[in-house]
């Protein structure tokens, strides 16, 4: 069933205002207000949830468009506008109603790490049941509204594929199958159960579970779930993975009697291929088509591709993520290092790790796990957050000499862009004297770091650098700072 505008205010208690045929019209895209998305099809809705007041001059608001808001402002003669008290509960309230109108299927995937991943590898064997172009994923905004505006937008696909970022979301979602994700470095810091216990009290009785065999519940949690599937290494689950290995640029191991090789690097992808599998289970799928169709993964789908140039080995990991996906890239580099069999380096480059608010706690871990898991042998940080880091990685054990610091302030001044060109520059130059060959290198960084910048230098610096390919790389997880 499709929504007009005058029944989308009815429907989230709002006051429509506009051209009285606007209320005939039919609802269509709807996007944040803030995102930089734009159309200017007639019944498209922006929301804005950051309480702009969008006005008649406003360039993200067109005759052909309205907006769902909590302040009234001028607005184009032919556009509308519906005012609400809470633009968030009133986006909730439609989401949840489009899900209600929606047939088919949805994967909700939710945990303290792994989810991107696991998504993205549930997405590919899902071309096994289900027409590519009737699969959905989530929308690129920001995470906290993925899932509202994911379902605010869905039509007549067969399957949706989210990520959830809290148990309200995930009851919002109403999965079919609703999928946990792990990893071995949360243990001891209770978020696994307590992500577990809120997952599962969201869940309908209609809903399929898919859950790490590591996780065990507590005594009192409770779940309606029909139908549960376990992944992990521990004999009793569903799907039981041994003889787990990484080489090559291959993630390999082996289920039952069948044996996967997966072109991806890094162990840590192992959990979401088995949490992928259970899901293609679910439905049914035969076990040597998932086989098959896991062997012809895209590395690039998951944004942290590993290749090799000039006898050097490159990884670039800008995506944002907590403690666990910054020790999972760690861990990363020292396999490829390993897989090297040479006498290289491990070198990584980190700029920008966390926001201000987690900047002490993040930049302490990282330090340290540049020394304890990664092994690195130089360590070079950037920008004016990189004194933390660093002492954080000498304290851990690293020598005086292996941490090199470029504090560079001059990309604050938006005025004098002349001096920030002059800083990356610097940062390039001092890049392309350390390298060498052999070297396995690690760019760290968020994407509010000026990483791509020095990339970019580099590539002047040194034409024998990949950083043409570096540059079309999806980003991955991130945090480096240097």
Known sequence: MDLNVGQLAELIGGELRGPADKA?????????????????AEGAVCWDLGGACASATDHRVTSGRGVV??????????????????????????AAWKRKQFAGEVVAIAGPIGKSTTRRMIAHLAELKFPAAAIVTQ??????????????????????ILECWSSNQVQLCDPTIAVLTSHPTTAGFGRETAVADTTLAALSAHAKLVLPGNLRLDDDATCAA???????????????????????????????????????????????????????????????????????????????????HANMTFIKDTR??????????????????????????????????????????????????????????VFIVIGD???????AAREAGMSQSAVREHIDNTNQQSHESRKADEGVRRIAQRLAGILRSGDSVLFKASPAGQLDDVIAALQQENNN????????????PTVFQV
Not at 24 to 40: F, K, M, N, Y
Not at 246 to 254: A, N, Q, V
Not at 385 to 391: G, K, P, T
Not at 465 to 476: A, F, I, Q, W
């Open 24 to 40: 005939s019209l039919s609802v269509g895209t709807s996007i944040a207000l803030s995102h930089s998305q734009h159309t200017d």
């Open 69 to 94: 808001t909590s302040c009234a402002a001028d607005f184009p003669e032919s556009g509308w506008q519906i005012i609400v008290a809470d633009v968030s509960a009133a986006l909730r309230t439609f």
């Open 139 to 160: 929308a690129e905004v920001d995470p906290d509204r993925q899932v509202e505006f994911s379902l605010a937008n869905l039509g007549d696909e067969k399957l949706a």
């Open 226 to 308: 029909a139908q549960t599937f376990r992944y992990g290494r521990e004999a009793d689950c569903d799907i039981v993975l041994r003889n787990v290995t990484c080489g090559g640029g291959k993630l390999s191991f082996e289920i039952d009697e069948a044996c996967f090789s997966i072109p991806v690097w890094g162990r840590h992808h192992a959990p979401a291929a088995a949490a992928a599998i259970a899901v293609a289970r679910a439905w049914n799928v035969p076990f040597l088509e998932i086989v098959t169709k896991l062997g012809k993964f895209s590395s690039h789908a998951l944004g942290c591709p590993v290749f090799h």
């Open 320 to 377: 944002h993520g907590g403690r666990d996906s910054h020790r999972a890239a760690l861990e990363l580099l020292r396999e490829v290092s390993a897989s090297a069999n040479g006498t290289g380096r491990r070198v990584i480059v980190c700029d920008k790790l966390a926001d201000d608010k987690h900047r002490e706690t993040v930049s302490q871990a990282f330090g340290e796990q540049v020394v304890s898991v990664a092994g690195a042998d």
């Open 385 to 391: 957050h990189s004194r933390q880091v660093a002492l």
């Open 465 to 476: 650098l990949p950083l043409d390919s570096l540059e079309s790389l999806d980003v991955l």
